[in-house]
């Protein structure tokens, strides 16, 4: 089998599954409880912020721990957005953020706020001048990816810091799900003030995450009940997956630290295959992320290519599974003003650490025999 | 050390060890993305829809009609906050009763702020609602009632049948939080007639960071979190499918003794108790009550102290909702059943049976108790 879908969602690590099975067994105290099995899984919960808040360069205090990066970004947006309306009501976005910020965002103007959706022009990346035009006295919010689920791109996540380093009433939220742990990014030297990370992405369990909010940011809580994590996120914490996802981060910052390469190698043996192929135009720029590679085969159903592929046991996407079913276009790939044929013909590949070059090889070998076979039957 | 014995199951329960097996092979052998369109998606979806059905059947409800959530708080905020947005243009009037979760009493605060009307039901003395007087209070405008089914400090059953078939012929949508109950009462959505039914699957020996919401069809709830298309677009983000199958699993061990098991706890505590000579007074009345939850108050005694003790004498035990926790102030429940300086509010302590008790340590429970009370007098 070859996984190849990695950006939709991973295979939790055993050690992840292991955590997860320890903390069940031995923690089950609800951590508001006042007695041992409550202070023990208290204990436990502040060592999983101490230990998240370190691999992010953040302190404990600033770390909430969520049901995942849909709830990450909400809280984010609409945290910010609420707690602090009475400052102003402008948020800007773009135009190729994940569904859970771009509909985020727009709830907003239901209650009365003007939102900026700048666009990010052909090569994906957004112009930082745009950003700074489109400021205003008014502005709250900045909420930009990190790297585009769909095609791969880094935003200039360093620039916008800097540009709002200095506008106190101006917060920086960054939804880093598809790039913790894969590409760096100091939360710290960008001046983010907010940021999300999803369990699931990285190799974590389904149903967990966090959003680190720098301290001193009020937030609007989605959920009120018990006051959980200082009144921000009211819920009885999911220790066991809590603990799992720590590991998950911490597993994946080692694998970076111990193969920088590794996606480098996976994307640059891709290309050159995908580049000699008749049918075949990549979508993804050069020098983007190195572990998702969108390309095009006009004129195919990415679909018919995908189920062909899984014939063969290698497993791709034709879209960010959070969009799959409703349009038949690429809303990210229409974004960057790519013609039709492309916009609906689109496969991403995104890869793990555990990917190898022999399964790159596969593929296009696989991929090449597929588009033969299609071509014949097409006549 | 002595063994410590958990009597604080309302809190939380652990895990069954099926539970575990349940999510760990789930994520061992199923890791897809149930929106995912190859066999691993496909494979996600169908036990995400596996796990659907057997939920809405143990509430006799469509697998349609049930949205998975983070836990019971998000489901409670979902149901009241979102019920109540999207029906403004019905009215302004909520109802609820003054000793709710916290989930739905600030979720109710929260509505106050935004011009919501909102009643808050008194109770009796043994903290159950009147049927009456949720039919006095309800008006034209009113669009919805959220009332539990058992509360989580005294395990008060509440009359939710009583109270649905009132709201029946009225306009206002009804809430329940069965958190306490799911799994010790049958629940039957329709025979009960609510619209919304709150369901947390770490008080069933499920996993922590799970539940669902029911909500029936004609209910509409303004969505709380904005993204993907999951969950019929009520609650977008990828499903926790591992946590989702334990809690499946929790509900699949369900039994229809368990609730006589309990009861056969309790008798025993309160036995022992006697014959062991303490003195103490019963918050609520059993009859109508949870039998997995007792709430005892210890004549001049004091709750920090006795909390205190029994901890040191591993006895874990509680004051009321672990979510008020941190702090001890008095239970707003008992504050609602018992006149403001009521002696019983200093010295009230939850005791909560279930999957980590015997009886030999119930025996053993209550033979420690009766040493810290003899002790503090």
Request: proline share 3%; hydrophobic share 40%; with cysteine.
């Amino acid at each position: 089998m070859i996984y190849f879908d990695n950006s939709s969602t991973t295979k939790p690590l055993q050690e992840v599954a292991e955590s997860f099975q320890t903390v069940s067994e031995q923690y089950y105290g609800n951590t508001s409880s006042a007695h041992q099995f409550g202070l023990d899984a208290e204990k436990l919960l502040r060592k999983s912020s101490q230990q998240a808040g370190q691999l992010l360069g953040v302190g404990e205090d600033e770390i909430i721990f969520t049901s995942g990066g849909t709830e990450g970004n909400n809280l984010a947006i609409k945290g910010v957005a609420l707690a602090y309306q009475n400052r102003g009501k402008h948020v800007i976005t773009t135009a190729i953020e994940h569904p859970s910020v771009l509909e985020s965002v727009r709830s907003l103007e239901a209650l009365g706020f003007e939102v900026t959706v700048l666009p990010v022009g052909e090569s994906g990346v957004l112009d930082v001048d745009a950003v700074s035009d489109a400021l205003r006295e008014d502005t709250i919010l900045v909420s930009v990816m990190h790297v585009n689920n769909e095609l791969g791109t880094i935003q200039p996540i360093k620039a916008i810091g800097q540009l709002l380093k200095n506008r106190a009433h101006t917060f920086f939220h960054v939804d880093m799900v598809q790039s913790f742990g894969k590409i760096d990014l100091s939360l710290n030297d960008c001046s983010v003030d907010l940021a999300t990370i999803s369990g699931h992405k990285i190799h974590g369990i389904k149903g967990t995450g966090l959003l680190f909010a720098r301290k001193g940011i009020r937030l609007f809580p989605l959920f009120h009940g018990g006051g959980q994590q200082n009144d921000r996120r009211s819920g009885t914490e999911n220790l066991g997956g809590i603990v799992s996802l720590v590991k998950a981060m911490r597993v994946m910052t080692e694998q970076k630290m111990h193969h920088p390469d590794h996606f480098r190698n996976l994307n640059h043996l891709m290309r050159i295959e995908l580049e000699s192929m008749d049918h075949v135009i990549i979508n993804t720029m050069n020098d983007q992320a190195d572990h998702i590679l969108n390309f095009s085969i006009p004129h195919f159903k990415p679909e018919v290519v995908l189920h062909a592929l899984e014939k063969r046991n290698i497993f791709v996407s034709t879209k960010s599974a959070c969009a799959s079913k409703k349009e038949e276009e690429s809303p990210v790939l229409k974004a960057i003003g790519l013609p039709r044929n492309r916009t609906t013909s689109s496969i991403r590949v995104s890869f793990s650490y555990q990917n190898t070059e022999g399964e790159v090889e596969l593929f296009t070998r696989a991929l090449k025999k597929v588009i033969q076979e299609l071509n014949k039957v097409m006549g | 050390m002595k063994e410590p014995i958990y009597l604080d199951h309302a809190a939380t329960t652990p895990m069954h060890e099926e539970v575990i097996d349940a999510v760990s092979t789930c994520m061992r052998e199923t890791f897809g993305n149930p929106s995912s369109i190859h066999q691993y998606g496909r494979q996600s979806r169908r036990l995400l829809d596996e796990a659907r059905r057997t939920l809405a059947n143990s509430i006799h409800a469509k697998e349609k009609d049930v949205y998975f959530t983070s836990g019971g708080t998000e489901a409670d905020n979902l149901a009241v906050i979102g019920t109540a947005l999207a029906n403004r243009d019905k009215g302004n009037h909520i109802i609820t009763s003054k000793v709710e979760h916290h989930a739905v009493l600030h979720a109710a605060e929260y509505l106050e702020t935004i011009g919501f009307d909102v009643t808050y039901l008194p109770v009796d003395e043994n903290g159950i609602v009147d049927v009456s007087t949720v039919a006095s209070h309800l008006r034209d405008d009113t669009i919805l009632v959220s009332v539990m089914m058992v509360n989580n400090e005294v395990g008060a059953i509440q009359p939710i049948r009583e109270i649905g078939q009132l709201l029946n012929e009225h306009q206002a949508y009804f809430h329940t939080d069965a958190v306490q109950a799911y799994g010790l009462l049958p629940i039957d959505v329709t025979d009960l007639m609510v619209d919304l039914l709150t369901v947390s699957a770490h008080k069933i020996n499920g996993p922590k960071g799970v539940g669902f919401l029911y909500s029936q069809p004609a209910v509409s709830v303004q969505p709380h979190l904005f993204g993907g298309s999951q969950e019929r677009l009520k609650r977008p983000g990828t499903e926790a499918l591992p946590l989702i199958k334990g809690m499946e699993k929790a509900v699949s061990l369900f039994k229809n003794d368990l609730a006589k098991e309990y009861e056969a706890y309790r008798t025993l505590f309160l036995d022992q108790l006697n014959t062991l000579g303490v003195k103490y007074s019963i918050n609520g009345n059993l009859e109508n009550a949870s039998p997995a939850i007792v709430n005892l108050s210890f004549d001049g005694m004091n709750v920090e102290s006795l909390l205190m003790n029994f901890d040191l004498e591993g006895i874990a035990a509680s004051s009321g909702s672990a979510c008020t926790a941190g702090s001890i102030e008095s239970s707003h429940v008992l504050s609602a059943m018992y006149e403001q300086n009521d002696e019983r509010l200093n010295s009230a302590i939850r005791f909560s049976f279930g999957l980590a008790n015997n009886e030999g340590q119930i025996k053993e429970a209550a033979k420690r108790i009766a040493n810290v009370i003899s002790r503090l007098q």
